[in-house]
């Protein structure tokens, strides 16, 4: 069965410093996709950042990047330089079935910025 | 503008009622999704749809129905609601080749 755990409940920061998220994914697909989506405090959802699983390069998207170590089935999100805006709810997520957009998520990692 | 807008916002039902939530995208996108979260659940997929006309159970169909008249319009159908159901419903839209999906605002229905 596909699954996707997020262990970090919340995390606090100082603005400008650099934070990374943990998350690791189960499978038995050799082909899956895995995502970076944000939950601001509106409850706007948006999409950050996509890790296709055949590519060996961590993804990069502005000051988000990606540390994709597949053997350990771990894609963690790093964000760098953080503003007080970033603070949301951050959710890991993995296609399932191929790229139909069937997403399975994370139950989300809070992240606080502090000035 | 907003590609995906939601109907109601905000919505309180009673037992048994019947409850609509609809969803609206202008992306042309083929595929469109039914998400519900819950504290401590996370987002769960409820229905999706592949294309006008077509609607696919997703993890927890169980007192839904979908409906995809358009490739514009996907709603959500709550024939008997429950208070179980109380919940935010997101809608979202994407495409196959991509995998990334586009959120509507969300819908907060509450069942008394």
């Known amino acids: 069965a596909q699954k996707v755990t997020q262990t970090q409940t919340s995390i606090s920061v100082m603005e400008k410093t650099t934070v990374t998220m943990d998350c690791v994914y189960e499978?038995?697909?050799?082909?899956?996709?895995l995502f970076w989506y944000k939950q601001t405090a509106s409850g706007e959802i948006v999409f950050l950042i996509r890790?296709?699983?055949?590519?060996?390069e961590n993804a990069t998207e502005g000051h988000y990047s990606l540390n994709f170590q597949k053997p350990k089935s771990s894609i963690g999100l790093i964000i760098t330089a953080t503003q007080i805006e970033d603070s949301a709810v951050y959710f890991c997520?993995?296609?399932?079935?191929?790229?139909?957009?069937?997403?399975?998520f994370g139950l989300g990692t809070t992240l606080q910025v502090q000035p | 503008e907003a590609a995906v807008t939601q109907s109601p916002r905000n919505k309180v039902a009673v037992t048994g009622g019947k409850v609509t939530l609809s969803c609206n995208q202008t992306?042309?996108?083929?595929?469109m999704y039914w998400y519900r979260q819950d504290t401590g659940h996370g987002l769960r997929l409820i229905h999706y749809?592949?294309?006008?006309?077509?609607?696919e159970k997703g993890d927890i169909p169980d007192g839904y129905k979908a409906s995809r008249p358009s490739q514009e319009n996907f709603s959500l159908i709550l024939e008997l609601a429950t208070p179980s159901q109380t919940s935010v419903y997101f809608c979202?839209?994407?495409?196959?080749?991509?995998?990334?999906?586009?959120f509507g605002e969300g819908s907060k229905l509450t069942v008394l």
């Open positions: 997520a993995m296609s399932i079935t191929g790229n139909t957009g069937k997403l399975i």
């Open positions: 992306n042309n996108h083929n595929n």
């Open positions: 979202a839209s994407g495409t196959a080749n991509t995998g990334q999906l586009y």
């Open positions: 749809s592949y294309g006008a006309g077509s609607t």
């Open positions: 890790q296709d699983s055949y590519k060996k």
């Open positions: 499978t038995r697909d050799s082909s899956y996709f």
